[in-house]
């Protein structure tokens, strides 16, 4: 099986940490794609991790991201979830141990003042008292707001800012003036004498509050990766000198005998060499049905063994099962950014440097032309800025909205390769499907024979088979198992030859024969006959006929029917009931082509198109101004699902590498390609409405933060406030987000 990653440059994957808001996106993108022979660098901000392909050692890049005023570890195979929630729930206690200690000693603070317990700054006795405040609330910034100052530090050191920059700036400049206040509390008029030790140590509580609460939630996206790397088994059951014995996943070898028992998961693909049993693969095509398995059949690592005892021999083990690439593929999806995402990345970085422009100018105003105390409504209104804004809630818009629906995607059979897929399946104005395996099963069988008067069925079979040895086509492989059935001898075949899209020729025991349609009869000058008549009923009934010509003469014909799959009526409805056009391409003959689309419900049909013709189709389409969906089986059907806005290739359960598809579609059901532009939609709908949030909430809180309501209604906004506000929205993106969990 060739891999997903196969003709690709070599796929680094780091985890990325210190960052705090979508600014750092683009510094960390920025070092990355800097560094020599990376030709491509995406970072994942939902879950702070970083796609980078091309021809550079892992040390080489984690160093570029160190220097950026980052941190990262390279990520290699299969994370353990266990740990990985371990460590999560340890950061998401610590959290929220800050918020808990930050939130208590500003609220003890808030209450002693609102009582009046504390003296009066100015007064001879309360200098002591407001300096013991002053250095708690010291201790409160470093235990519970650290993070942040050490971020900001760090940011500033490379010339950057980033959402530390702006909680550092208001919980440090509200320290600052208050500890100031304390000793020069005399140069101040009476209005302005006052601390805001509470609104720093509160700010930081709800700030934290937040980060805990938005970490559980962006948990809950990665669910799905989570649920597909926790298929594999740990330990596998192998055949060694006879003996059955366990051993680590990562010890096993390929070519290694495996036995897996009732209720086991299979642990690496293999191939049954005995025994018989049914394996739920419902992880691996999202069909629930059970599939029975015997000799001969593949087994897929992460499918559930279910009632009998499999001994199989591995083919693939660690990053090349399928259920690794699958994993993989899903990665490098959740990684990947539509347009709408980076045009936001771009407005993100250089969100905060503007927000901090915005504080200094909020502060000159009131400074300037405010009411008295001006001192005191300058600090207030420029800090409230400063905490309010919220870069989170827009880097976290998109990303997130993306890695559930690709997770959710995954969980249903359907693999989604890029954003940008993902974003225009839903804005699909038509539909091509291929007929073979796409709109029918794939799995042609022969159903009449006739022969001509000097010929018997049997031979007509025999001669047929013989030369069908050397085609790949569908027809072939019925043609040959009803020739296995009978126990036909095949005949050997010399000069054989492919006539794309019209049959096969070649010579047995000296003579020439020909096998196809009636446009190769007619380009060679054979006359059919009366099987020229028989050619049409039988294609009228659905069927696909061809003849056998020996030495220019028609000596029998052979019909072939592949019937429609069990949903793809259904499928067709459900397409035409979101407002897309719907329309088959084959290389069969019209009256066939035309029999099966009626079958299926679809109205518009091309015949007797060939392969290298089908991207034709799809650019004329697109040329009339459809954007075009693709659906094929990502073999001959490859450049045509190139040529689409989204090619969705129908996968075979276990081949799901198939390079020229957007989308893979594996298990094969025409239903999902409908499920597939029901998620777009949903998604596209759900970063709407994130983005819509973001940039609302901050086109609205930044102007009420600096005080434009004041003139007219006499409303400030209480920094407190606006620090629980700053780390809701974060939470409410995230939240909305993890809605489409149950698309």
């Known amino acids: 099986m060739t891999s997903i990653l196969d003709h690709e440059p070599k796929t680094i994957r780091l985890s990325v940490s210190g960052m705090r808001c979508a600014g750092c996106v683009e510094a960390v993108e920025t070092a990355l794609r800097r560094v020599p022979n990376v030709f491509s660098a995406d970072v994942n901000f939902a879950d702070h991790s970083a796609l980078v392909r091309g021809d550079v050692e892992p040390e080489v890049l984690r160093k570029a991201v160190q220097d950026a005023g980052y941190d990262a570890a390279v990520m290699e195979g299969l994370e353990d979830p266990a740990e990985q929630e371990s460590l999560e729930a340890a950061r998401y206690h610590a959290l929220l141990n800050k918020a808990a200690v930050a939130g208590a000693i500003g609220t003890s603070l808030m209450l002693v003042e609102h009582f009046g317990w504390f003296p009066m700054l100015g007064e001879p006795t309360a200098r002591g008292v407001w300096l013991i405040v002053s250095m708690v609330t010291l201790w409160v910034l470093y235990f519970s707001g650290g993070h942040f100052f050490r971020g900001a530090i760090k940011s500033l050191k490379h010339r950057q800012a980033n959402m530390d920059t702006l909680i550092a700036l208001g919980t440090g400049a509200a320290w600052f003036y208050s500890t100031m206040a304390i000793f020069f509390s005399d140069s101040l008029p009476m209005l302005a004498r006052h601390a805001y030790f509470e609104a720093a140590a509160i700010i930081l509580a709800f700030i934290n509050f937040g980060s805990a609460l938005e970490m559980r939630a962006r948990g809950k996206t990665s669910s799905a990766i989570r649920q597909l790397i926790g298929l594999q088994p740990r330990t596998a059951r192998v055949l060694r000198d006879g003996q059955e014995i366990d051993i680590p996943i990562a010890e096993v070898g390929l070519d290694e005998t495996l036995r897996v028992r009732p209720g086991e998961k299979i642990p690496v693909d293999g191939v049954v060499i005995d025994g018989h049993s049914s394996v739920d693969e419902s992880m691996l095509t999202g069909e629930p049905m059970p599939v029975e398995k015997a000799a001969g059949d593949e087994v897929v690592a992460g499918t559930l063994n279910q009632s009998g005892t499999l001994l199989f021999k591995a083919t693939r083990i660690g990053r090349d099962t399928v ?24 407005v993100a970085s250089v969100f905060v440097p503007a927000v901090v422009a915005v504080s200094l100018l909020t502060f000159l105003v009131w400074w300037v032309a405010g009411p008295a105390p001006a001192l005191g409504y300058a600090f207030v209104t420029a800090m409230t800025v400063l905490v309010i804004a919220c870069p989170c809630a827009l880097g976290l818009a998109t990303p997130m909205s993306i890695m ?12 989604i390769r890029n954003g940008d897929a993902l974003q225009t399946a839903g804005k699909l104005t038509c539909i091509v499907l291929d007929k073979t395996g796409t709109v029918t099963e794939g799995k042609p069988r022969l159903v009449k024979i006739e022969s001509g008067s000097d010929w018997t069925e049997d031979r007509v079979l025999q001669w047929a088979a013989s030369l069908e040895t050397g085609s790949e086509h569908p027809l072939a492989a019925a043609i040959l198992a009803a020739a296995a059935e009978q126990n036909s001898a095949l005949l050997p075949v010399t000069g054989f030859a492919a006539i794309a899209g019209h049959g096969v020729s070649g010579l047995i025991e000296n003579r020439a024969v020909l096998l196809g349609n009636l446009t190769l009869m007619a380009e060679q000058g054979i006359d059919c006959g009366r099987f020229a008549e028989r050619l049409t009923e039988l294609a009228g009934e659905g069927q696909t006929p061809v003849l056998l010509a020996v030495d220019r003469s028609v000596v029998g014909l052979l019909s072939v029917a592949d019937p429609i799959k069990a949903d793809s009526r259904q499928a067709v409805a459900r397409l035409k009931s979101l407002g897309v056009r719907v329309l088959m391409l ?7 082509a035309k029999a099966i689309a009626a079958e299926a419900g679809i109205e518009e049909v091309r015949a007797q198109v060939l392969p290298q013709d089908k991207a034709a189709v799809v650019k004329a389409l697109q040329d009339a101004g459809e954007i075009v969906g693709m659906v094929g089986d990502g073999v001959n059907d490859a450049p045509a699902l190139a040529q689409s806005n989204v090619g969705l290739a129908i996968g075979t359960g276990t081949d799901i590498a198939i390079e020229s598809g957007d989308v893979v579609i594996m298990g094969g059901s025409l239903m999902k390609v409908a499920e597939t532009m029901e998620l777009s939609r949903a998604t596209v709908r759900n970063i709407k409405q994130n983005l819509f949030g973001a940039f609302i909430y901050n086109v609205l809180a930044i102007p009420i933060a600096a005080g434009f309501l004041y003139p007219v209604f006499g409303i400030l906004l209480n920094p407190m406030i606006a620090g629980a506000a700053m780390a809701m929205s974060s939470v409410t993106v995230v939240s909305n987000a993890n809605r489409l969990r149950y698309f």
């Open 323 to 346: 259920l690794a690439q699958i994993i993989a593929s899903v990665r490098k999806a959740q990684a990947s950014k539509p347009e709408i995402a980076r045009l936001v990345d771009r």
């Open 404 to 415: 559930v629906a690709v997770g959710k995607a995954a969980q249903k059979g359907i693999l």
């Open 586 to 592: 084959t290389g069969d003959n019209e009256v066939t």
